[in-house]
């Protein structure tokens, strides 16, 4: 089974920026559509941005032309590049890999922004 691990959450002041990764344990993400979701407190998971094997991607509206999703298969590890932060998007982010034959999604990382 494929696990998958969040890392580079923390607090960030407004404005600042983040850089989460999501490390496979295999090769997945060239094969998968890879996903970046937020799930804030008293809030239903969202989808943040995804990525596509062929490499296209997607965004939610509230974070189009702030935060880039990329990955590096070559270290099987997908990326979410979070940039000019505020408060709203502080959350618990997770990182996911669907294909035909599985549906994965890491433990999770926190994100809190604020002053």
């Known amino acids: 089974q494929v696990q998958l691990v969040e890392s580079g959450g923390g607090l960030v002041q407004p404005g600042g920026s983040l850089r989460l990764s999501c490390a496979a344990s295999?090769?997945?993400?060239?094969?998968?559509?890879g996903g970046w979701y937020r799930q804030a407190p008293g809030k239903q998971r969202e989808r943040v941005a995804l990525i596509t094997s062929y490499g296209s991607t997607n965004y939610a509206d509230s974070v189009k032309g702030r935060f880039t999703i990329s990955r590096d298969n070559a270290k099987n590890t997908m990326y979410l590049q979070m940039n000019s932060l505020k408060p709203d998007d502080t959350a618990v982010y997770y990182c996911?890999?669907?294909?035909?034959?599985?549906?994965?999604w890491g433990q999770g990382t926190q994100v809190t922004v604020s002053s």
């Open positions: 996911n890999a669907i294909s035909k034959l599985s549906n994965i």
């Open positions: 295999q090769n997945i993400f060239s094969v998968s559509t």
